[in-house]
């Protein structure tokens, strides 16, 4: 069985830590353009009507 992976471990490269929790505001503003390009690529159910 595996184990759970401590937060306090996880970290980015070339960085000290990263909390895994928090959000905003954004550390990393490359992330967020690469998670807004990713969802350019297709669609979101957030733009299609779902009734």
């Known amino acids: 069985m595996s184990q ?3 937060p306090a ?3 980015l ?3 000290q830590r990263v909390d895994v929790n ?3 505001p954004l550390k990393y503003h490359w992330a967020w353009e690469h ?3 990713g969802c350019a690529n297709h669609w ?3 733009e299609v ?3």
């Open 49 to 51: 009507p779902m009734q």
């Open 35 to 37: 998670y807004v390009n």
């Open 9 to 11: 471990n996880k970290r």
């Open 4 to 6: 759970r992976i401590d």
């Open 22 to 24: 928090q959000l905003i």
């Open 13 to 15: 490269l070339n960085c």
């Open 44 to 46: 979101m159910p957030t």
